[in-house]
């Protein structure tokens, strides 16, 4: 939780945890994925993870997979002592090749490359053989499954104290067990979802063999994060933190208000750039609602007189609104700081971030000799001269477990599910001039086209919507008078992980009324489009 190394109550002292050594692979976030959501927490560490630096007992490790071949000179490879930790042990991909590399140094370059479905043949060995627990792997699946390949390299013959435990036609090793040791290998994937059944080869290896307790929940999570934040700010310290009205910053708020109650101060900067009645309306559900300590600071003229006259380039825009929020938070910060100190005898000495677990996996991953690892930015992209040690209570979680917490802290359903919105806000959807005028039909438009969204129950399907104000004027005509006025693009996307994007299909008539009710009541607008570019080559933002 903090980057400082104190962290008092870690969750894998908590919870009985499975470590996951990543050596790389695009995949290894999965293995993790898939584990919490079978209940069992899990963390992930780069392959190269040294045991005596890890100060906590896994119940097991999986040695993800990764891009590398374990023969060559410059593979990585794990910390032998983690072979002779006595927890289970399961190689996927790679991660069964080091094992074999390890015993037997009988890993080559196979004729053939593997990659896409493949049938795997279970190969059991009956109860008393070996002590029961090869079979364990592959307990409750069918002799016949389908798996999911992405290998070029083989096993060229079992390292000793090895039985193959399962083949497919061009795998003869592509399940391994040790015949008195829990350690196993599959060439195969279980992690994705092109492996129908390889949840419950996860849920075998980290449940039965590893004995893992399921107790990963939400409600056990909220109560050891609480305990947490509690000893570690201690009972004078604290904490502040920007909130933006989102999913991420409020559930992290809220959080902090259950822990520390009025020590923990929440800071809404409204910059004239959020959406039609965000500020009110964030400001109700998080003081009134959810008792979190707020202040609101309302700058929006500022940010809007140094918006104007910029009109080539966004980037220019993105620059002026993230400094001039810098030192509306500085600001403000000072004057909490002065206001707490002397009424409650503790300095403000920790900054919330809403950090998340990919943020985490990202600048820890595996990235292979060369790369470097990058270091942890700050999401909010506050300065470090302000002196504050972070506090992050979200970056052990995905972001469908905020969700998940987020709806068990009480917080309403329509913030818990609301759409990303970016930092600059709607002035990255007004192209061209940020003008009040601007700002204004903007935001009726955009207000029209969410509405309509959810009247039509389609806001959970859609993963970003929004109307874009475009910097040109066209001709129409209104109560039979020539207009010529602006254009609204509307813009909606669907997207797993808004890495790739496809444009949402509504249907016609959906598109007919939004159009319609946006000419109607947003005065300056006489003509709406629909966005049709998928990213890439499109981004989901418009500047
Ligand atoms: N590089 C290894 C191979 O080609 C491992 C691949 C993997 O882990 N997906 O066999």
Redesign the pocket.
């Known amino acids: 939780m903090a980057t400082d190394g104190s962290d008092p109550i870690p969750p894998h002292k908590t919870f009985d945890t499975i470590l996951v050594l990543d050596?790389g692979?695009q995949y290894s976030h999965l293995i993790t994925r898939r584990l919490r959501e079978l209940n069992v927490y899990c963390e992930m560490l780069p392959c190269t993870q040294k045991l005596a630096e890890l100060e906590w007992t896994p119940k097991g490790v999986i040695l993800?997979?990764?891009?590398?071949?374990?023969y060559s000179d410059d593979a990585p490879h794990v910390d032998p002592a983690i072979f002779e930790l006595g927890v289970p042990m399961l190689g996927?991909?790679?991660?069964l090749?080091e094992i074999a590399w390890h015993f037997g140094k009988n890993v080559l370059a196979?004729e053939k490359r593997e990659y896409g479905h493949a049938y795997l043949k279970v190969d059991r060995h009956g109860d008393g053989e070996a002590g029961g627990h090869v079979d364990k792997l592959f307990a409750g699946l069918e002799d016949d499954m389908e798996v999911w390949m992405?290998?070029?390299?083989?096993l060229s013959h079992l390292p000793d104290g090895f039985i193959t435990v399962a083949t497919t036609s061009n795998a003869p090793f592509a399940g391994m067990a040790h015949k008195t040791k829990k350690l196993y290998g599959i060439q195969f994937?279980p992690e994705v979802t092109h492996t129908p059944k390889g949840i419950v080869l996860l849920k075998n290896f980290a449940v039965d063999i590893c004995q893992a307790k399921t107790d990963w929940t939400m409600g056990k999570f909220v109560d050891q994060e609480i305990a947490r934040i509690r000893a570690l700010v201690g009972e004078k310290g604290q904490v502040i933190g920007a909130v933006s009205g989102g999913v991420d910053s409020t559930v992290a708020a809220k959080l902090m208000q259950e822990a520390i109650g009025e020590r923990f101060h929440a800071v809404l900067v409204d910059n004239g750039v959020l959406r039609l009645n965000e500020a009110k309306q964030v400001k109700e559900t998080l003081t009134a609602g959810l008792g979190i300590n707020l202040t609101v600071v309302d700058a929006s003229e500022r940010f809007l007189s140094r918006l104007k006259g910029i009109t080539d380039d966004p980037e220019k825009k993105r620059k002026v609104i993230g400094n001039t929020f810098i030192e509306v938070f500085q600001e403000t910060a000072k004057k909490i700081a002065r206001e707490a100190t002397s009424d409650r005898a503790g300095e403000i000495e920790w900054l919330l971030q809403g950090t998340l677990y990919p943020d985490v996996i990202e600048s820890i991953s595996f990235k292979g000799p060369s790369a470097t690892i990058k270091t942890h930015h700050n999401v909010g992209g506050l300065p470090k001269d302000m002196n504050l040690k972070l506090i992050e209570p979200l970056r052990e979680l995905f972001k469908d477990e905020v969700r998940e917490l987020g709806t068990n802290l009480g917080i309403p359903e329509d913030l818990v599910w609301r759409h990303p919105f970016p930092g600059p806000g709607i002035a990255i959807r007004i192209l061209g001039e940020v003008t009040p005028e601007q700002v204004r039909i903007a935001r009726e438009a955009d207000y029209i086209f969410i509405e309509e969204i959810k009247a039509a129950g389609l806001y959970r399907k859609v993963s970003q919507a929004f109307a874009a104000l475009l910097p040109v004027k066209a001709v129409g005509v209104m109560g039979d008078n020539r207009v010529h006025a602006q254009v609204i693009a509307l813009r909606a996307v669907e997207t797993s992980d808004f890495m790739t994007a496809d444009w949402y299909p509504f249907d016609g008539a959906f598109l007919k009324k939004v159009s319609r009710r946006i000419v109607n009541e947003v005065d300056g607008v006489c003509r709406v489009v629909y966005d049709i570019t998928s990213k890439p080559p499109g981004t989901i933002e418009m500047e």
């Open positions: 050596f692979s993800s997979g990764g891009p590398y071949s374990v996927i991909c790679y991660g090749q196979g992405s290998h070029a390299d083989k994937h």
